[in-house]
């Protein structure tokens, strides 16, 4: 069984800073892509950032000048480091990792909220 467990997240202030991470626990699997989501109160998720293993990155219009996508292979970790933040980015993060053999694991998201 897999598990992705996020962590970072938080209460900020405007303009503040978060960094989060994601690392799976369980059995272990190859990963090709890894992502953020975001779902914020009374909305759909998301999509905020994806990073191939290659290191090619995707982000969502919204958060190209500000949130910044990263992974370390070595230790199947996914970051984001989210600058500037903004109450509207206020909700759940979600990430995910990709499996060479098929198939999307998502962790089960952890809460950011930016205070005005």
């Known amino acids: 069984q897999v598990q992705l467990v996020e962590s970072g997240g938080g209460l900020v202030q405007a303009g503040g800073s978060l960094r989060l991470t994601c690392a799976p626990s369980g059995r272990p699997f190859s990963i090709t892509r890894m992502g953020w989501y975001h779902q914020a109160p009374g909305k759909q998720r998301e999509l905020v950032a994806t990073i191939s293993r290659s290191g090619t990155k995707n982000y969502a219009e919204a958060a190209k000048d500000r949130f910044a996508i990263s992974r370390n292979n070595a230790h199947n970790r996914v970051f984001l480091q989210m600058n500037n933040l903004k109450p509207e980015d206020t909700g759940v993060y979600y990430c995910?990792?990709?499996?060479?053999?098929?198939?999307?694991?998502w962790g089960q998201g952890i809460q950011v909220t930016v205070s005005s």
């Open positions: 995910t990792m990709d499996s060479y053999a098929g198939g999307t694991y």
